[in-house]
């Protein structure tokens, strides 16, 4: 039986949010988000992961779909590291996206009781964020829920679309009908241009970046001597012959010396 292997890391992640009673998956705009992303960046493999929460009129399980996308998120980081990710979500997922985003917890919401801020580094790992017909602070209010606050490592990449007269999302909207219009005005692919030229800058500046590698050192030419050798000592006598005269063991006789010789008559 063949051995399960992990899919290959992708050059670019998406993690979407869908809207509210949409069915699970990255729902209607979420799809057509990604198919044109995808035909921006062709020759880049672009993965997709729908965030996994109810998505449904009790509003306050979108705290479901923060964490869902949270770990998701750090997950693809430890293990892809050098993947691009994407963010993006449309109405109620764009509330939780932008909840994701946050360095802080919300006023008046208790830390115990919704997922801690992301760590500050894993917004190196972020590229880009979309957002479509994210709630309005007048509207988060009508269901009692705090307005929603890109965090500010994510709000230079990131970019927020809203209808006119959208009544999500647009302060002054009215209407619902507006709300599901994303793909029809071009907004879609107005944020997928915006997503595609934050990856394209993204992975040009990695192309840039020198590859590390640790220098040998120079090989020491075929004729010359070691330096060991020539600063080596003299070698030491052995240790089998003496390194001085040999002494006869005892007490040394005295020698006599020679008798003069007289000159004879």
């Known amino acids: 039986m063949p051995s399960a292997q992990a899919a290959p890391c992708p050059d670019a ?9 949409e069915e699970p998956g990255a729902g209607p705009t979420g799809d057509a988000f990604v198919d ?33 996308a949270r ?10 590291p050098k993947t691009k990710i994407v963010l993006g979500g449309f109405s109620q997922g764009a509330a939780v996206m932008g909840f994701v985003t946050a360095n802080a917890v919300p006023d008046g919401v208790s830390a115990a009781d919704v997922p801690a801020p992301m760590p500050p580094e894993v917004a190196d790992h972020i590229v880009a964020v979309a957002l479509f017909g994210k709630p309005s602070t007048r509207f988060m209010r009508a ?3 705090p307005s929603i606050t890109i965090g500010p490592q994510y709000q230079a990449k990131t970019i927020d679309l809203c209808v006119d007269n959208d ?3 647009d ?13 029809d005005t071009g907004m879609v692919e107005q944020a997928a241009g915006f997503v595609a030229s934050q990856l394209q800058a993204s992975w040009a500046a ?10 040998a050192p120079p090989p020491l030419p075929a004729a010359a001597t070691s330096p060991l050798a020539a600063s080596a000592p003299p070698a030491a ?12 063991p005892g007490p040394v006789t005295p020698v006599a010396p020679a008798p003069p010789v007289w000159p004879t008559d």
């Open 13 to 21: 992640e998406v993690i979407f949010a869908r809207g509210t009673t």
């Open 36 to 68: 044109s992303l995808r035909m921006q960046v062709a020759g880049k493999s672009v993965g997709l992961y729908g965030v996994d929460y109810p998505a449904t009129t009790e509003f306050s399980t979108a705290v479901d779909g923060i964490a869902d």
């Open 71 to 80: 770990a998701h998120i750090l997950a693809t980081a430890a293990s892809c």
């Open 143 to 145: 269901i009692n829920d």
């Open 167 to 169: 009544l999500v999302c």
């Open 171 to 183: 302060s002054h909207g009215s209407s619902f009908a507006a709300h599901n219009t994303y793909v």
């Open 206 to 215: 990695d192309a840039l970046e020198p590859p590390s590698t640790t220098a």
């Open 237 to 248: 006598p052995s240790p089998h012959l003496p390194s001085s005269p040999v002494t006869a």
